[in-house]
Nanobody, 114 residues
Framework: VHLEESGGGLVQAGGSLKLSCAAP????????AGWYRQAPGKQRELVAS????????GYADTVKGRFTISADNAKNTLYLQMSSLKPEDTAIYYC????????WGQGTQVTVSS
């Protein structure tokens, strides 16, 4: 499955960004999906996930209350709304779909300045 992220950029601490992940039709109604991130020198970590029916979401403790994952099946797009951003949120963010094997986007850079 081809995934394409967009929406990354440079933002000041306390600011907001919304990431998007475009996918082929019906992807997010068929598969579990999520967002991961990888900071320099660190392992890739799960940030947020969403069930294929969109009713169940999960978040890493570090982003809970600040980030919101959602999917628009009409637009075949996965989103990650990020608010109250912190410098420690700086990373490359990847869209992931739980196909077999898993599918990854190319990543989008998010940089939060202090």
């Amino acid at each position: 499955v081809h995934l394409e992220e967009s929406g990354g950029g440079l933002v000041q601490a306390g600011g907001s960004l919304k990431l998007s992940c475009a996918a082929p039709a019906s992807t997010f109604s068929i598969y579990l999906a999520g967002w991961y991130r990888q900071a320099p020198g660190k392992q890739r970590e799960l940030v947020a996930s969403i069930s294929k029916d969109g009713t169940t979401t999960g978040y890493a403790d570090t982003v809970k209350g600040r980030f919101t994952i959602s999917a628009d099946n009409a637009k075949n797009t996965l989103y990650l709304q990020m608010s109250s951003l912190k410098p420690e949120d700086t990373a490359i963010y990847y869209c992931y779909v739980h196909t077999r094997p898993g599918s990854w986007g190319q990543g989008t850079q998010v940089t939060v300045s202090s």
